[in-house]
């Protein structure tokens, strides 16, 4: 395309996207531009660039349906998308023409303003919705027909909140407004039956027949997100379902004064939907999950088979249409759906229905913690999903019969794989064994994870299906996490070696000899500087705490959990205020230590971390002995938009997983990608990380995973603790009133037992090396020729960890589906 036509495309783009604004204006929002407020400008651009992409996503599909293309359908718990509209005008090419449009009497806002009242839609808590999100991006931008399935949470995880330092849980009111970026399907909407019980009959040619009858009804309705590729490529959709009933209100109930019983069937229905993640450490929470799950799966099942229908009314032929990618085991019930909807709904036999299932499934693991792979109890399964849990006895049994031609009668490797585990009321139905045995392939997320899921999770599995087992390290997508978070960095890269690192982030690796040119590390110092001011600015409105932004920033973000060891970060915390108050040892440098994550709300014991944490930092940031060379802030409510905040500002990233647990991460590669120097375990995919950056760019500390499988059988961290002086003093105080002096006296004395009497992350293993390394970093940066160099290494080494890249690795190791121009 010549610069003239380009210009003149974006000329008529220009004007279409100013009177498609001032439409809004005036008949959607129904006011005169001088009157709106800053909410409303969002809304009236953001459905003026909507247009743009719903015209790209009608172009999109027809494309697919030309060339009669096979899908992906990625079935995820969660999304963590993001805010949407300065992320699409990158993607549609209108980021800038947006700058120049001026509508008269508008507000005198900046975008800046506009962009920062958004909302991020509450549709995930972690990596796992995270990935999610950039894996959609990357199908989009590569053209590639794939699309989302989820649950359109009404409130999603919670809003954190902090008083006195412990977390509060608030309803995360994302949708009280209607999101500009959703649209609803009511001609989509799905019939989901629950409870009631099987009948079976016999047909005149003798197969037997099951009916489930006498259930209740859910409906699903379906709301879409358009998905925008980059440069509008593609726009493909994430279609989120909303759980409803046709029972608005019992009128008859309702006049005999029963107003509060005559909407109960209506508020219990639409509960599916509210909340994500709703605890289960109570029976009525358990439930309510395990129907979340299955609302979910049976609405996507059944739009997939919708859709396959249109196309074809072969079932045999449907694996060369269909592939459902299972993002962990929450999603794991859509085997059997699928099984139940083949057989009960459209009369095939179970060979022929399993033959086709287990060509069209294909499952992701994301946890080597064996806690974590879901359970489900008979007892509330049966009663809830009664001929999903025959279908799943059914499964087993045929499973059962092919483990013992291989395993003869080992009881022990039998009982392992076994899809059903205990008897009685303590029977349990294992989702991971589920999603392995009905799905065709099986990958990990980082080639230690995949290893550690051959060797030591599910041996006996890879001994069944050796070829079922491959690796596919995570990636990022570099629209949302440079071109997007950090523009000035972006926009320096691109005027050295162009734009194609957009869409193929290796392209990074021709920024290597620039970390020699010394005006380009001045440029590349000067933005990390200005994106630390824009942080401490964002840090001092939530916070009221003042940060100096000529400190090093050492950044600790992610959800809290123990193998995450949040607790090691602040026990370095503390010995570092040890040494100014009682060593009068100043630390070389300002150091500001900033934590970001939540816990579950039923995590007791992550939330004592979380206090712990806030204590300390209320401790030392008003100690006047520490003279400012030491701050510590915990950010509430973490969530994208302060991931993008959080991840062009950091100096060191914090990335200190228990060898062994972590699965891959993404934050690792997010932060690497913005210039940030991982002090980091041998764990998950900081290992590949390592490789590509090169080691002397990456601060290595801890014990390994082998080191510590060997050593846990003997492992003594009282011991430990009696031979260090250094770890001694920090630990002991957990057993003192120094921290919690306006709380109850030896309130974090659980963390002090817990660390001697078990330790179980070996967070004491790990300490004294931590601190080792923290300083060899610090001693570092006072040397900008060598940390920017080094800064900059990793930002044109880390290519590789680009979401696209893996799609691509998906595409054709397990979807064998190829791109659409």
Same mark, same amino acid.
């Given at each position: 395309?010549?610069?003239?036509?380009?210009?003149?495309?974006?000329?008529?783009?220009?004007?279409?996207?100013?009177?498609?604004?001032?439409?809004?204006?005036?008949?959607?929002?129904?006011?005169?531009?001088?009157?709106?407020?800053?909410?409303?400008? /969002?809304?009236?651009?953001?459905?003026?660039?909507?247009? #743009?992409?719903?015209?790209?996503?009608?172009?999109?599909?027809?494309?697919?349906?030309?060339?009669?293309?096979?899908?992906?359908?990625?079935?995820?718990?969660?999304?963590?998308?993001?805010?949407?509209?300065?992320?699409?005008?990158?993607?549609?090419?209108?980021?800038?023409?947006?700058?120049?449009?001026?509508?008269?009497?508008?507000?005198?806002?900046?975008?800046?303003?506009?962009?920062?009242?958004?909302?991020?839609?509450?549709?995930?808590?972690?990596?796992?919705?995270? /990935?999610?999100?950039?894996?959609?991006?990357?199908?989009?931008?590569?053209?590639?027909?794939?699309?989302?399935?989820?649950?359109?949470?009404? #409130?999603?995880?919670?809003?954190?909140?902090? @008083?006195?330092?412990?977390?509060?849980?608030?309803?995360?009111?994302?949708?009280?407004? @209607?999101?500009?970026?959703?649209?609803?399907?009511?001609?989509?909407?799905?019939?989901?039956?629950?409870? =009631?019980?099987?009948?079976? %009959?016999?047909?005149?040619?003798?197969?037997?027949?099951?009916?489930?009858?006498?259930?209740?009804?859910?409906?699903?309705?379906?709301?879409?997100?358009?998905?925008?590729?980059?440069?509008?490529?593609?726009?493909?959709?994430?279609?989120?379902?909303?759980?409803?009933?046709?029972?608005?209100?019992?009128?008859?109930?309702?006049?005999?004064?029963?107003?509060?019983?005559?909407?109960?069937?209506?508020?219990?229905?639409?509960?599916?939907?509210?909340?994500?993640?709703?605890?289960?450490?109570?029976?009525?929470?358990?439930?309510?999950?395990?129907?979340?799950? %299955?609302?979910?799966?049976?609405?996507?099942?059944?739009?997939?088979?919708?859709?396959?229908?249109?196309?074809?009314?072969?079932?045999?032929?449907?694996?060369?249409?269909?592939?459902?990618?299972?993002?962990?085991?929450?999603?794991?019930?859509?085997?059997?759906?699928?099984?139940?909807?083949?057989?009960?709904?459209? =009369?095939?036999?179970?060979?022929?229905?399993?033959?086709?299932?287990?060509?069209?499934?294909?499952?992701?693991?994301?946890?080597?913690?064996?806690?974590? /792979?879901?359970?489900?109890?008979?007892?509330?399964?049966?009663?809830?999903?009664?001929?999903?849990?025959?279908?799943?006895?059914?499964?087993?049994?045929?499973?059962?019969?092919?483990?013992?031609?291989?395993?003869?009668?080992?009881?022990?490797?039998?009982?392992?794989?076994?899809?059903?585990?205990?008897?009685?009321?303590?029977?349990?139905?294992?989702?991971?064994?589920?999603?392995?045995?009905?799905?065709?392939?099986?990958?990990?997320?980082?080639?230690?994870?995949?290893?550690?899921?051959?060797?030591?999770?599910?041996?006996? #599995?890879?001994?069944?299906?050796?070829?079922?087992?491959?690796?596919?390290?995570?990636?990022?997508?570099?629209?949302?996490?440079?071109?997007?978070?950090?523009?000035?960095?972006?926009?320096?890269?691109?005027?050295?070696?162009?734009?194609?690192?957009?869409?193929?982030?290796?392209?990074?690796?021709?920024?290597?000899?620039?970390?020699?040119?010394?005006?380009?590390?001045?440029?590349?110092?000067?933005?990390?500087?200005?994106?630390?001011?824009?942080?401490?600015?964002?840090?001092?409105?939530?916070?009221?705490?003042?940060?100096?932004?000529?400190?090093?920033?050492?950044?600790?973000?992610?959800?809290?959990?123990?193998?995450?060891?949040?607790?090691?970060?602040?026990?370095?915390?503390?010995?570092?205020?040890?040494?100014?108050?009682?060593?009068?040892?100043?630390?070389?440098?300002?150091?500001?230590?900033?934590?970001?994550?939540?816990?579950?709300?039923?995590?007791?014991?992550?939330?004592?971390?979380?206090?712990?944490?806030?204590?300390?930092?209320?401790?030392?940031?008003?100690?006047?002995?520490?003279? =400012?060379?030491?701050?510590?802030?915990?950010?509430?409510?973490?969530?994208?938009?302060?991931?993008?905040?959080?991840?062009?500002?950091?100096?060191?990233?914090?990335?200190?997983?228990?060898? =062994? #647990?972590?699965?891959?991460?993404?934050?690792?590669?997010?932060?690497?990608?913005?210039?940030?120097?991982?002090?980091?375990?041998?764990?998950?995919?900081?290992?590949?990380?390592?490789?590509?950056?090169?080691?002397?760019?990456?601060?290595?500390?801890?014990?390994?995973?082998?080191?510590?499988?060997?050593?846990?059988?003997?492992?003594?961290?009282?011991?430990?603790?009696?031979?260090?002086?250094?770890?001694?003093?920090?630990?002991?105080?957990?057993?003192?009133?120094?921290?919690?002096?306006?709380?109850?006296?030896?309130?974090?004395?659980?963390?002090?037992?817990?660390? /001697?009497?078990?330790?179980?992350?070996?967070?004491?293993?790990?300490?004294?090396?931590?601190?080792?390394?923290?300083?060899?970093?610090?001693?570092?940066?006072?040397?900008?020729?060598?940390?920017?160099?080094?800064?900059?290494?990793?930002?044109?080494?880390?290519?590789?960890?680009?979401?696209?890249?893996?799609?691509?690795?998906?595409?054709?190791?397990?979807?064998?589906?190829?791109?659409?121009?």
């Amino acid at each position: 395309m010549t610069k003239q036509s380009k210009s003149k495309i974006n000329e008529l783009d220009k004007a279409r996207l100013k009177l498609s604004i001032e439409h809004y204006i005036k008949y959607f929002i129904g006011k005169r531009p001088v009157e709106l407020t800053k909410e409303e400008t /969002l809304q009236a651009i953001s459905l003026a660039v909507r247009e #743009f992409a719903l015209d790209n996503m009608y172009r999109t599909i027809s494309r697919y349906n030309e060339v009669g293309s096979k899908r992906v359908y990625y079935l995820s718990i969660e999304y963590l998308l993001g805010k949407s509209l300065e992320n699409n005008l990158h993607n549609l090419d209108l980021f800038k023409l947006i700058q120049e449009i001026k509508i008269k009497g508008m507000p005198n806002l900046s975008m800046t303003d506009i962009y920062d009242a958004e909302y991020d839609p509450a549709l995930g808590n972690g990596g796992l919705g995270r /990935l999610a999100a950039c894996y959609l991006d990357s199908m989009a931008s590569l053209g590639i027909a794939g699309f989302g399935y989820g649950i359109n949470y009404q #409130f999603g995880l919670f809003k954190q909140k902090f @008083e006195n330092g412990w977390q509060i849980e608030q309803t995360d009111t994302w949708l009280c407004e @209607e999101s500009p970026w959703q649209f609803p399907r009511h001609d989509r909407r799905v019939t989901i039956p629950i409870n =009631g019980r099987v009948e079976s %009959y016999q047909s005149a040619g003798g197969r037997t027949y099951f009916a489930w009858v006498d259930t209740n009804t859910i409906y699903g309705v379906p709301y879409d997100f358009p998905i925008v590729g980059y440069n509008g490529k593609a726009v493909n959709y994430l279609r989120l379902f909303s759980a409803k009933t046709d029972d608005q209100l019992n009128i008859k109930i309702f006049n005999e004064g029963g107003y509060m019983e005559a909407v109960k069937d209506k508020i219990q229905t639409e509960t599916v939907s509210k909340v994500l993640y709703p605890a289960d450490n109570i029976e009525p929470g358990k439930h309510l999950r395990l129907l979340q799950q %299955y609302f979910f799966v049976s609405c996507a099942v059944q739009d997939i088979i919708r859709r396959f229908l249109e196309k074809s009314d072969n079932f045999k032929k449907m694996p060369e249409y269909v592939c459902i990618q299972l993002n962990d085991t929450h999603p794991a019930l859509a085997i059997v759906e699928m099984m139940r909807l083949l057989m009960d709904q459209y =009369g095939l036999e179970w060979d022929d229905a399993w033959a086709i299932t287990t060509k069209i499934f294909a499952y992701t693991n994301h946890t080597l913690l064996p806690e974590a /792979l879901e359970k489900w109890p008979t007892r509330i399964l049966g009663k809830m999903l009664p001929r999903h849990l025959q279908i799943i006895y059914e499964i087993n049994r045929r499973f059962m019969q092919f483990a013992r031609e291989k395993f003869g009668n080992n009881s022990a490797k039998l009982e392992k794989v076994s899809i059903v585990s205990g008897e009685g009321d303590n029977q349990v139905i294992r989702m991971a064994n589920l999603s392995i045995v009905g799905s065709f392939s099986v990958n990990g997320v980082a080639k230690l994870h995949t290893e550690l899921i051959k060797t030591t999770l599910v041996p006996e #599995f890879y001994e069944l299906y050796e070829k079922k087992f491959i690796n596919i390290t995570n990636g990022i997508t570099p629209r949302r996490w440079l071109l997007h978070a950090n523009t000035q960095l972006s926009d320096l890269i691109s005027s050295k070696i162009g734009k194609s690192w957009i869409t193929n982030l290796e392209d990074l690796k021709k920024l290597e000899p620039f970390a020699k040119d010394k005006k380009f590390v001045q440029k590349f110092e000067e933005i990390k500087k200005s994106n630390k001011e824009r942080l401490a600015f964002e840090i001092f409105k939530t916070t009221g705490e003042v940060v100096d932004a000529n400190s090093i920033y050492i950044i600790h973000a992610k959800r809290i959990h123990e193998y995450k060891r949040q607790l090691l970060s602040i026990l370095q915390v503390i010995g570092d205020y040890f040494s100014i108050i009682y060593d009068n040892i100043r630390p070389n440098v300002k150091k500001t230590y900033i934590f970001a994550g939540k816990a579950a709300p039923s995590y007791s014991y992550a939330k004592l971390i979380i206090k712990l944490i806030n204590n300390v930092a209320d401790v030392v940031n008003h100690d006047p002995r520490v003279e =400012g060379m030491l701050k510590v802030v915990f950010m509430p409510d973490y969530k994208v938009s302060l991931a993008e905040k959080l991840m062009p500002a950091a100096d060191i990233s914090l990335q200190v997983s228990t060898a =062994g #647990f972590e699965a891959s991460g993404t934050g690792n590669m997010k932060f690497a990608l913005n210039g940030a120097l991982t002090v980091g375990t041998y764990d998950g995919a900081n290992i590949e990380i390592r490789e590509k950056v090169g080691a002397e760019n990456f601060y290595l500390f801890g014990l390994k995973d082998d080191q510590i499988r060997a050593m846990r059988p003997t492992y003594n961290s009282r011991e430990l603790y009696e031979k260090s002086e250094y770890i001694k003093r920090i630990v002991s105080s957990l057993n003192s009133n120094i921290f919690c002096q306006r709380d109850h006296a030896f309130l974090f004395k659980p963390i002090y037992d817990n660390l /001697l009497n078990n330790d179980f992350f070996f967070v004491l293993a790990d300490l004294e090396d931590f601190n080792k390394t923290i300083h060899k970093a610090q001693d570092d940066y006072l040397k900008p020729e060598v940390w920017f160099k080094k800064a900059i290494l990793n930002v044109a080494r880390i290519g590789y960890f680009s979401s696209d890249r893996a799609i691509m690795e998906y595409a054709k190791k397990i979807w064998h589906i190829k791109p659409v121009e």
